[in-house]
């Protein structure tokens, strides 16, 4: 009977299985169990590869229901909620699919690649991580069998480039201070009989054995019996070319003993810990036959510690490598709607995330100088170009790429023709039929990715014949226009350019509206939950005028966004509220408007305060409670000419100022006077409103 080798055999099976008609779909799942050997096959792949098709599986995208993308949003606070978003949420599994072009078979091959990625604490001095899961996330990801098992327990870890520049900084300075070299215990008064005992014995051990080297000029003897008595606890071994005796079965209190006798009464005994070499290694008391030869152990055993140090660092930059490698070959990477995506593989695996979306686009374009959104290629013509409500991965896999979705073998070779061919290879096997992967699995959606975005080169009259390289295909002015494009929102049509950092809209009509609409927006929170969008609406309308409000956005169910007609609506309501909740009078009580800060917890200010609210790593769940997190006390912020001066509410003033105010009674009965004056001039106003209103009613 033909007896098969472990690789053969699991070769064998996995032929049997891959060849199968209508096999599972073939998809090459790596973990830290594999991962070496994948890398090594994954590099040749990418550098011969056309263009890289990426996908991540994230625990979550919103932190809290206010941190959702709205229409309402500009473009900066966009990049924002993406930050925060990329920031809180892990990654735990990315997609990685190199496209090539095979000229003999006319068609691509691809290899997709499923990496289980787990942020895990590999480094005694790095800080373990953090993230949130969203329910939502993690359920949607359960019903697509995500296996939670395997990303826990056999994710691969990583370091980002900052955390490696960290630890190395770190180790540096503890190799420049000194502090690896052998740690000297601190002495410890013996008050315990038993540890009196014990140092004594320990004493005479390491004499009787010291004593022996010597007689026997540093070779094996007799002498050394008594110590391998000691029920094991004495090994003699050899450290760097030195007699040495290995302790094992002592306590930690106990090895700290040893170390203080060692150091007490025998200069030419040093007590080595290389927890370097080996975390678990047991220490060891070496014999040096000169102080020369002791100041050399010591050097020695710094340096081992290190280089050992060092190479744990390597080892511990683990799925980072991959990203590496995509920077390193700068190939064309195609996401599809990926500016998340992007934000997730720089504050992972590069930096922490810039605090704005234009430097964020500089960064970004430096270690990665070629990425396409498939949306941005999609839309590129009328042709292409999807409805806003189907524009999901699986909808233009399904629409642009039926005789992958279905499977080759399902379509007519007259209806192929109009088609790009995509075959799979996993582990130099090949194949063309398979069965329909398990969608929002990482390396199948990167997979989906890429053939979509072939499919809409093709259609965009892109011949891959002609393209003898990557850098052809990046260097193709069918394409070219649409690199570097990124979706901030696909919602509202705002894109970023990575290599300007310059955001624009889909239309210039958009663009030219949203210049101007956000100066007409104001903020309010805290509201009195009992009031609804028509209520407040209401309120607003009977001071300012019917067609005074545009629009009122609910941010969440402590907070709106009111948007005037007017810009200068917001500076007057703005002062109204600061002006009637001072006065806090009778007339004030009775103004339309007070029904909006009834209760005294009402905060209302321009959109700029939105921006500084959002760009805060703190997340509470309700828009009013995060306002109050990040430390804003004051009940309203003031627009005069486009400068906000912050008004503070009562409480929040010291008690210098209310000295100051004391003093100054005239000043103020004036102010006083100046205030019921500009209630009343509402009330006038207000009434004048009403009167005109009546009036156009009965017309």
Known sequence: MTKHGPLTAVTRAFTRAFTRAYSSFPLKHVTKSNFDSTFADLRAHVRAADFVAIDLEMTGVTSAPWRESFEFDRSDIRYLKVKDSAEKFAVVQFGVCPFRWD?????????????????????????????????????????????????????????SRAQERDALRRLNSRHGDGVLELKEAKDVPLVSIVDVLFSERMKNKLSEWRDGLLREGLGVSQSYGSLNESRGQF??????????????????????????????????????????????????????????????LRKEVKDDSYRQAEKRIMAAIGFRQVIDLLSTEQKLLVGHNCFLDIGHIYSKFLYPLPSTAEEFAFSVNKYFPYIVDT???????????????????????????????????????????????????????????????????AGYDAFMTGCVFA?????????????????????????????????????????????????????????????????????????????????????????????????????????????????????????????LERSNDPISVLHPLSKLWEGGHTFAAGYETYKEICSSPISKVLFAEQAEAIGIRWKT???????????????????????????????????????????????????????????????
């Open 455 to 579: 499919q809409a080169c093709s259609n965009l009259g892109i011949d891959f014949k002609l393209h003898s390289t990557s850098k052809s295909l990046i260097q193709n002015e069918k394409l070219q226009k649409h690199i570097n494009l990124l979706y901030l929102s696909w919602s509202s049509g705002d894109i970023i350019n990575l290599r300007s950092g310059n955001r624009s809209a889909e239309s210039s009509l958009l663009q030219q509206k949203q210049k101007s609409v956000y100066e007409n927006f104001v903020l309010i929170w805290g509201l009195p939950s009992i009031l609804r969008r028509r209520d407040i609406k209401q309120c607003l309308v009977k001071v300012f005028g019917l067609t005074s409000v545009v629009s009122i956005y609910r941010v969440d169910e402590t907070a709106v966004f009111v948007q005037f007609s007017k810009a200068e609506f917001v500076s007057k309501f703005l002062d109204l509220k600061e002006s």
């Open 103 to 159: 000229h003999h078979r006319d068609a691509f091959i691809s290899h997709p690649h499923n990496f289980f990625i787990f942020p895990r604490q590999e480094l005694e001095s790095g800080a373990s991580y953090e993230f949130l899961c969203q329910t939502t996330s993690m359920d949607f990801l359960s019903k697509y069998q995500f296996d939670f098992n395997t990303c826990i327990n056999e994710g691969i870890s990583y370091l």
């Open 637 to 699: 912020k003031l627009i005069e000419l486009g400068v906000e001066d912050t008004v503070f509410d009562k409480e929040s003033k010291t008690k210098a100022s209310v000295c100051a105010a004391e003093s100054k009674t005239g000043k103020k009965q004036h102010e006083t006077d100046d205030s019921r004056s500009l209630c009343y001039n509402v009330i006038n106003d207000f009434h004048d409103t009403e009167v005109k209103q009546v009036r156009a009613s009965n017309l």
């Open 375 to 441: 949306k941005i290629v999609l839309n590129a013509n009328q042709v292409l170009k999807m409805k806003k409500s189907s524009t999901s991965l699986s909808s233009a896999f399904s629409l642009l790429c039926p005789h992958i979705a279905l499977g080759s073998r399902k379509c007519t070779n007259a209806a192929l023709q109009s088609f790009v061919n995509v075959e799979i290879e996993i582990n130099e096997m090949r194949s063309s039929e398979w069965s329909t992967g398990v969608k929002h699995e």
């Open 235 to 296: 090994q003699i071994v050899f450290y760097k070319m030195r007699p040495a005796l290995c302790l094992s079965g002592f306590t930690s209190h106990q090895l700290k003993l040893i170390q203080l006798v060692t150091r007490k009464y025998f200069r030419d005994l040093i007590y080595v810990r290389n927890e370097a070499e080996n975390p678990h290694s047991k220490p060891l008391v070496v014999y040096a036959d000169s102080e020369d030869d002791t100041d050399s």
